[in-house]
C-alpha cells in the first residue's frame, strides 16, 4: 500500500499524462482543421464545386470531406469531455490503486470519439445532400437564407426541449454520469466513453448543424460555437447560457428568414 503523499504524486502524474494528452489531442486537430481551411479553397469547397461534373466530386472527395468533419468534432467536442476524463482517471486510480489507469482512459477517450465520428458521417454525407440541393455554396456556406434561417430556429428552439436538457445534465454532471455508469476494465471504459458521447451528441448534435449557416470550415463560427459549448457544459450557470443562446439563435433566425 502506498503512503498518502506516493499517491498524491501518482494521482498527480496521471493528471498531468491526461492533461497533455488531451491538449495534444485537440491542438493536433485544430492545426489540422487550420490546414485544411488553408488548402480546401483550392480543391474542394472552391471552383471545382460549381462545375456541372459536380457528381464525380461527390464521389472522390466524399472520404475527405468526412475526415475534415471527424477531425473538427474532436477539435470542438474533446476540450467539452476533459473535466470528465480527468475525473474517469483519477477515479480509476482510486479504484485500482495498482494499476495503470492511462490504458482504460484512452478506452474512454476512444470510445467517445468514435461516436462523433459517426455523426461526421452522417455530416459529411449531409453536407453532400445540401451540395446537390444547392442549398450550400461552393465555399459550403449556406445559399439560401431560408435555409441558414430555418437551421437556426431549430438549433434555438432545440435548446429549450426535455431532450437537450436530460443530456446537458448528463454532461454537466461527470461525478453522476462515472458513479451511475461505472465498469471496470478496458472494455468497460471504451462502453462509458461511448454512452457518454451518445449523450454528447444528443446535446450538441443540432448546434454542430450550424456550420452549415456561416461556412464548415469557417474558423470563427467554429471557435464561437466551441466556446458557447464549453459554457453551457461547464460554467455553473451553464444552463442558462444555453437557453439564453437559444433565444438569440431563435432570433437570428427570424431575421434572417425575414431577409430571404
Given amino acids: ?18 492533461t497533455v494528452g488531451l491538449a495534444g489531442i485537440t491542438a493536433l486537430s485544430w492545426f489540422y482543421t487550420l490546414y485544411l481551411a488553408r488548402s480546401m479553397p483550392d480543391t474542394i469547397t472552391g471552383v471545382e464545386l460549381a462545375l456541372p461534373q459536380m457528381h464525380v466530386w461527390e464521389a472522390a472527395y466524399l472520404p475527405m470531406i468526412f475526415v475534415m468533419w471527424a477531425v473538427m468534432m474532436t477539435a470542438m467536442m ?17 479504484r485500482h490503486e495498482e494499476k495503470d489507469p492511462l490504458l482504460p482512459t484512452a478506452a474512454f477517450v476512444a470510445g ?19 451540395h446537390r440541393a444547392a442549398l450550400l455554396s461552393p465555399s459550403a456556406v449556406s445559399a ?31 461525478l453522476g454520469f462515472l458513479m451511475s455508469e461505472w465498469r471496470a476494465g478496458e472494455r468497460g471504459a471504451l462502453i462509458m466513453g461511448i454512452k457518454h458521447g451518445w449523450y454528447c451528441v444528443g446535446c450538441c448534435w443540432v448546434l454542430m448543424a450550424l456550420l452549415f449557416v456561416a461556412g464548415v470550415m ?8 466551441t466556446a458557447f459549448v464549453l459554457a453551457e457544459k461547464l460554467l455553473p450557470r451553464g444552463e442558462v447560457v444555453g437557453l439564453l443562446g437559444g433565444v ?10 425575414a431577409r430571404g
Avoid at 474533446?78 to 483519477?90: D, Q
Avoid at 437564407?145 to 454532471?173: D, E, M, N, Y
Avoid at 469557417?218 to 460555437?225: D, S
Wanted: hydrophobic share 55%; aromatic share 10%.
Fill in 112 to 130: 467517445y470519439v468514435l461516436v462523433w465520428t459517426a455523426y461526421s458521417a452522417t455530416a459529411a454525407l449531409t453536407q453532400w445532400g445540401l
Fill in 78 to 94: 474533446v476540450p467539452s469531455a476533459s473535466p470528465l476524463v480527468l475525473l474517469f482517471a483519477r477515479l480509476n486510480r482510486t
Fill in 248 to 257: 438569440l439563435m431563435v432570433v437570428a433566425g427570424i431575421l434572417l428568414l
Fill in 144 to 174: 439560401s437564407p431560408i435555409f441558414g434561417g430555418v437551421l437556426l430556429l431549430a438549433a434555438g428552439i432545440f435548446q429549450w426541449t426535455p431532450l437537450k436538457q436530460a443530456c446537458l445534465t448528463q454532461c454537466r454532471s461527470p
Fill in 1 to 18: 500500500m502506498r503512503s498518502p503523499s506516493t499517491f498524491e504524486a501518482v494521482l498527480h502524474r496521471d493528471r498531468l499524462v491526461v
Fill in 218 to 225: 469557417n474558423l470563427l463560427w467554429m471557435a464561437a460555437i
